[in-house]
């Protein structure tokens, strides 16, 4: 079971990650990596650090009960590092158990639009981007729009500016919300509503 609220479970096969924008100033991955390393899990021995774990791809195997999977809760699955190859035994895997629905969030859009030039996304994938704020956010969007998925998602999580407009054609699924935690910054309910 996931606390994420707009998840049922989360699947890792990649851990570890590095900051990229102002969204990951406080990264709870990161925060929960040094836990999990702390109380010796396996696949946290390197904390936060990149690390690629295929003995978890048979994971979703195993379950049976259709269920909807958030990928690389602890990392992004498109982030410089992880390898092509492993990103299709990825994706093998999602064709593979089509009674599951697999969430793939990243805010590497254009690795992931980069990736999916030449392969088709599997129909239970839906593909998503972070859009925290104007300069880094919404420029995903625009790569997430290229890719010919059945569904299209925004993450615009934690929301750190007034956005003003945004594309919403093909998108078919929009989270948002503030940040939470120590040092959170301030979301306004208007920049929500807009």
Known sequence: MSKIEWTEQTWNPVTGCTKVSPGCKYCYAETMSKRLQAMGSPGYENG????????RLKQP???RK????????MSDLFQDGVPEE???KVM???EETPHHTYQILTKRSKNMRDFFLNRKVPDNAWLGVSVEDKKYGKPRICDLIEIKAKTRFLSVEPLLEDL???RLKGIHWVIVGGESGVGARPMKEEWALK
């Open 92 to 94: 093998q895997v999602i």
């Open 66 to 73: 259709p269920t909807m999977y958030f990928v690389n809760s």
């Open 48 to 55: 936060f650090q990149l690390s690629i774990l295929p003995e």
């Open 164 to 166: 003003g407009r945004i």
């Open 61 to 63: 195997y195993l379950r």
């Open 86 to 88: 492993f990103i299709e």
